[in-house]
């Protein structure tokens, strides 16, 4: 196409990416808040709990859930080259799809880790850390029910980091029927509770039935 055909609307202005932003906070705000999210989210046509708003907060580097600064605003929609609602709609199957890449989920499962979490605690507490594992895991790994059961019945108010990186690690590479589970591992104490509780479950149900 020849260049001097394409419209103005059609190419990134980011004068108009900042004008979209102000739409969503007060005059002197410099951070999108939570009705600002909510107003945002209805625009884009998005529900707030849609795994694609953990993806765009991640193209966006966002360190608080609820909430974007204008840089981190600025700095995702620049490299997404969205300047209104309209072309951000356009995005939203491609967020959706880089999630198929494990490299990127893996750094987006990691990044969500210190987003969701009070930024005042070291550790996620357990219904946040449930929320997110839902949303990252829930579709993806069979196993998952089991361990929000799991979670719980269990001591556990909070799951550090480690746990947290652990958890996906177990989801990809141990087998539904827990076979290649190596208790000698070095996996998290809470795995190794898990694989134990699950296999009693499975012990006493398979018992019931027989």
């Given amino acids: 196409m020849d260049q001097r055909h394409i419209r103005a609307e059609d190419t990134f202005s980011h004068k108009r990416c900042l004008a979209w932003f102000r739409e969503y906070t007060s005059p002197d705000e410099d951070t999108l808040g939570p009705d600002g999210m909510e107003k945002f989210c209805e625009d884009i046509g998005v529900e707030p709990e849609n795994v694609v708003m953990l993806v765009l907060a991640y193209k966006m580097g966002a360190t608080q859930m609820g909430f974007f600064s204008q840089c981190e605003w600025l700095k995702g929609l620049t490299e997404l080259e969205c300047d209104s609602a309209v072309k951000m709609q356009s995005k939203i199957d ?48 069979p196993l998952y029910p089991q361990f929000a059961q799991f979670l719980d019945q269990s001591k556990y108010k909070v799951i550090n980091k480690d746990q947290w990186c652990n958890i996906l690690e177990f989801s990809r590479t141990i087998n539904n029927d827990l076979t290649n589970y190596d208790i000698d591992g070095a996996w998290p104490v809470m795995l190794d509770e898990f694989v134990e509780w699950l296999r009693t479950l499975r012990t006493c149900t398979s018992t019931t039935s027989s």
């Fill in 94 to 141: 491609y967020l959706k799809s880089i999630l198929n890449d494990p490299n990127i989920f893996k750094s987006i499962y990691r990044y969500s880790y210190d987003f969701a979490k009070d930024s005042d605690q070291r550790s996620m507490d357990i219904n946040t850390a449930k929320a997110m594992l839902q949303l990252l895991l829930g579709k993806h790994w």
